[in-house]
């Protein structure tokens, strides 16, 4: 519509007389809960109004409305109720549901004669008074804080060596378990290192070690090679020798010493054996004693390089162990110290401690900086008053910087006159009128004009179904206050129960409005639309999902599903089923079957044609409430 401060006299009249477009918004998504499908579209419609809506409800059904949307709103509230036992009872409704709301008091509202909970958030009880009531109990505590630190100002060097000591206890405790740990995990962290003096000096020493080895086991293998060679000459000289002894005449010449011409002498092959015999046995014994040698240095190597890491461990050990005992000791004396000089402070003030003095006074000094910084006190996120609160309370003389309200929820709106909305409208930006807002049920008895909300109601209504009299409508069109008056009504022939309301827009009527008997089911009027018009009219309320089937594709609203509802055919395979009567009914399910052809892609497209948009309708209506009234 318009910007919330230029809403006076004027910018109402234009209203009324159905001048200002009004801009299309969707329903706000809401958390889920136990509401009925009409309570939910009502608070969905409010919370995402960005301007004015009018709330057609009893007193009973609209005090659970307000209660509702003020749970419900984001930015700061005020609900004014011309009855203050409504207001009450909405304040604790609100405290119950932990929300933060302050009972706003006219001149003639006693606080003495409130509900306890209530007479607890009035603005006396939260404002001003709490506020100096903090500050004096803050400096008090603050004096006596300081009172109690005063009585240590005669042993206050004493008290300064003492914060010294403590924290050199604290530093020594931690060097000591620090002194401990290390001693405990000496040998772990010795044979862990790789970067240190004593670890490079221990991997030379290997390195030596297995450099000589290396050495030794050359010269072993040299030797035991020779060795093999030398004895597979023996092994061939004797070979030899025995086939010499097979041959004829071999003996005889051994022992005439006659040999023939070109023969081998035996006196030769056998001091050939010997030589090579003691060649052989020579070598073997070399590999023994070079084998003894490799042995003896792996063995002198090992017990050396334990020598130097037992050493070392012990060395270590040791120095951990000095450490430790030096740091205990150094403990000890800290911790005598610090005895010595709290018997010296408790000497001088028994029965109190100067570190939990200490704490008390800067604990005392933070309370008073949050006192300071509590005034002045902020009220709570919705104010519950009645009209006659807006000049009395404290709560409404706000500073000149601070806004007004985001939303302002006005209970028994049939008693808001015209002359008295504009006024209001400067309190908030939004604004939503609960009450008796329908005119055929507000003529009685009021000369047959009807009042403030019900005129607001009826240009601002813009719903697809109404109720009329004792007749339901179906809206197809929106027509402005000054069409709706020119409307050609005509009764179908065949069902003159039934009657079409034509919009005259030139050579074609448009048809604008169907009416049918009050008490025609919802769903026989959606099936009389879809079977003789073609029109299908959705009325969802919230988000949908959807669910699958084998035998079907459903899109369910769960805020409107239930047990109950009826279903009705709108095309071949696509059925929707209908919870709620008359005006309050709506789409609770669409179904699309499969063996019509249906699928999920479909589906969807088909949904997402015929889904309605976004609604300029500033209008919803819950029904008569079956709650016995309150006053």
């Known amino acids: ?101 302050l009972r706003a008091l006219g001149d003639n509202e006693n606080p003495s004669r ?19 009531q903090l500050q004096r109990d803050a400096a008090g505590a603050v004096a006596a804080a300081e009172a109690r630190m005063a009585a240590f100002a ?146 002198a190597s090992g017990a050396a390089r334990d020598a130097l890491v037992t050493n070392e461990l012990a060395s270590r050990r040791a120095a951990a162990a000095t450490a430790v005992t030096e740091a205990e000791a150094e403990l000890a004396r800290a911790r005598a110290e610090s005895a010595a000089l709290n018997k010296v402070i408790v000497s001088t003030v028994p029965g109190d401690d100067h570190g939990a003095a200490q704490a008390a006074l800067a604990a005392a000094r933070e309370k008073a900086a949050e006192a300071a910084r509590a005034v002045p006190v902020a009220p709570p996120r919705v104010v519950v008053g009645t009209p006659g609160s807006l000049k009395v309370d404290p709560v409404f003389a706000a500073p000149a910087n601070e806004g007004p309200f985001g939303l302002l929820v006005l209970d028994r709106a049939e008693e808001l006159t015209e002359n008295e909305f504009p006024w209001l409208a400067r309190l908030a930006g939004r604004y939503v009128l609960v009450g008796h807002a329908v005119p055929a049920d507000d003529r009685r008895g009021r000369g047959g004009a009807p009042p403030f909300a019900a005129r607001l109601a009826r240009v601002l209504d813009r719903e697809t179904w109404a109720a009329e009299g004792n007749r339901l409508v179906c809206r197809l069109v929106a027509p402005d206050p000054e069409q709706r008056r020119r409307l050609v009504r005509e009764p179908l022939a065949d069902r003159p129960e039934i009657e079409l309301r034509f919009l005259e827009t030139g050579a074609d009527p448009q048809l604008a409005e169907i009416t ?6 919802v769903a026989d009027a959606k099936r009389f639309l879809a079977e003789t018009l073609g029109e299908v009219r959705l009325r969802p309320c919230g988000e949908f999902h959807w669910e699958t089937a084998a035998d079907a594709v459903v899109a369910v609203w769960p805020a409107a599903d239930g047990p109950d509802g009826a279903w009705v055919e709108l095309e071949p395979g696509v059925r929707e089923k209908v919870t709620g009567a008359g005006p309050f009914a709506f789409t609770a399910a669409v179904r699309f079957d499969v063996a019509a052809g249906w699928d999920a892609e479909r589906a969807a497209a088909w949904l997402d044609a015929r889904l309605p948009g976004a609604s300029s ?14 006053n």
């Not at 409130?114 to 008074?129: E, F, M, Q, R």
């Not at 080895?213 to 061939?236: I, P």
């Not at 049918?516 to 089911?521: A, K, Q, S, V």
């Not at 309708?617 to 309150?630: G, I, K, N, T, V």
């Open 1 to 101: 519509m318009t910007d919330p401060g230029e809403r006076g006299r004027p910018w109402l009249t234009r209203l009324l007389a159905g001048e200002l477009p009004l801009s299309c918004f969707r329903s706000a998504p809401l958390p889920s809960g136990g509401r009925a499908p009409s309570e939910y579209h009502c608070a969905a419609r409010a919370a995402a109004c960005p301007d004015l809506l009018v709330v057609h409800a009893d007193p009973a059904a609209g005090e659970r409305f307000i209660f509702d949307l003020a749970t419900l709103a984001a930015d700061r509230v005020l609900v004014l109720s011309p009855n203050p036992g409504v207001a009450d009872r909405i304040v604790e409704g609100l405290l119950g549901a932990s929300v933060g709301v």
């Open 114 to 132: 409130l509900p306890p909970v209530v007479a607890a958030v009035t603005s006396a009880a939260l404002g001003i008074n709490r506020a100096a």
């Open 154 to 299: 005669p042993v206050a060097k004493a008290i300064a060596r003492l914060v010294e000591v403590n924290e050199s206890l604290a530093r020594l405790e931690t060097r000591l378990t620090e002194l401990t740990a290390r001693r405990d995990r000496v040998e772990a962290d010795l044979r862990a290192e790789t970067d240190t003096p004593f670890a490079r000096a221990l991997a030379q020493f290997d390195a030596d070690h297995a450099a000589a080895v290396e050495r030794r086991g050359a010269e072993l293998r040299t030797a035991v090679a020779a060795r093999d060679e030398k004895q597979s000459a023996l092994e061939q000289a004797r070979h030899l020798h025995a086939e010499a002894l097979r041959k004829p005449g071999f003996l005889s010449r051994w022992f005439s010493g006659k040999a023939k011409p070109g023969a081998v002498e035996p006196a030769d092959l056998e001091k050939q054996l010997q030589v090579l015999e003691a060649e052989a046995a020579a070598l073997a014994a070399q590999v023994r004693e070079l084998e003894g040698a490799v042995t003896a240095s792996a063995t």
């Open 516 to 521: 049918f008997p009050w008490n025609t089911p």
């Open 617 to 630: 309708s500033r209008f919803a209506a819950l029904p008569r409430s079956a709650a016995p009234r309150q």
